[in-house]
T-cell receptor, first 115, second 113 residues
Framework: AQSVTQLDSHVSVSEGTPVLLRCNYSSSYSPSLFWYVQHPNKGLQLLLKYTSAATLVKGINGFEAEFKKSETSFHLTKPSAHMSDAAEYFCVRPFYGGSQGNLIFGKGTKLSVKP | KAGVTQTPRYLIKTRGQQVTLSCSPISGHRSVSWYQQTPGQGLQFLFEYFSETQRNKGNFPGRFSGRQFSNSRSEMNVSTLELGDSALYLC????????????FGPGTRLTVT
């Protein structure tokens, strides 16, 4: 089955501390993978993408993600959280074949940042 | 380059009415996808258009329809609105040859009363 699982529905961190948002994918092969961010009442913004080049991918706003095939994971990290990072984050992968659309979205992780 | 634009941003309709939402993709993008986002169901795929043809369709009733024009602008229509159609409707466009890399608009917030 082609799917992504975001392991935490809600993560809370203090400003200035590291952020870790976890995502696992299931597939018999290594797909492309994306992280999107959605601020309240806004559309989704592409943070970063993995397309089988470097396994450590750098994105916007200081975020990065590491593709680990052995763990089927694509966790999103940031060394130091900022108040403006408070948002919902979606791990996304392509869906190959069928009529479910081209992308499969995780259920989202809501990130709260405390002052 | 200008991003994906959607109009209107907010809409309030009454049950039984119909509504048309518009999406203008990023210049040069020919693929446009539509999604419905609700707190309970999350993001659900509605349909995708490429070169004025519907290329993919999700599991929504026939009340939901769409089209794409020759300039790649797209519209979606919902007829006989139901309370459950209240949602954020998102449009996304993709660069040529990059169907899976989608750039989203700000969405249209539809409230059905």
């Amino acid at each position: 089955a082609q799917s992504v699982t975001q392991l935490d529905s809600h993560v809370s961190v203090s400003e200035g501390t590291p952020v870790l948002l976890r995502c696992n994918y299931s597939s018999s092969y290594s797909p492309s993978l994306f992280w999107y961010v959605q601020h309240p009442n806004k559309g989704l913004q592409l943070l970063l993408k993995y397309t089988s080049a470097a396994t450590l991918v750098k994105g916007i706003n200081g975020f990065e993600a590491e593709f680990k095939k052995s763990e089927t994971s694509f966790h999103l990290t940031k060394p130091s959280a900022h108040m403006s990072d408070a948002a919902e984050y979606f791990c996304v992968r392509p869906f190959y074949g069928g009529s479910q659309g081209n992308l499969i979205f995780g259920k989202g992780t809501k990130l709260s940042v405390k002052p | 380059k200008a991003g994906v634009t959607q109009t209107p941003r907010y809409l309030i309709k009454t049950r039984g009415q119909q509504v048309t939402l518009s999406c203008s993709p990023i210049s040069g993008h020919r693929s446009v996808s539509w999604y419905q986002q609700t707190p309970g169901q999350g993001l659900q795929f509605l349909f995708e258009y490429f070169s004025e043809t519907q290329r993919n369709k999700g599991n929504f009733p026939g009340r939901f329809s769409g089209r794409q024009f020759s300039n790649s602008r797209s519209e979606m229509n919902v007829s006989t609105l139901e309370l459950g159609d209240s949602a954020l409707y998102l449009c996304a466009s993709s660069p040529p040859g990059q169907t899976y890399e989608q750039y989203f608009g700000p969405g249209t917030r539809l409230t059905v009363t």
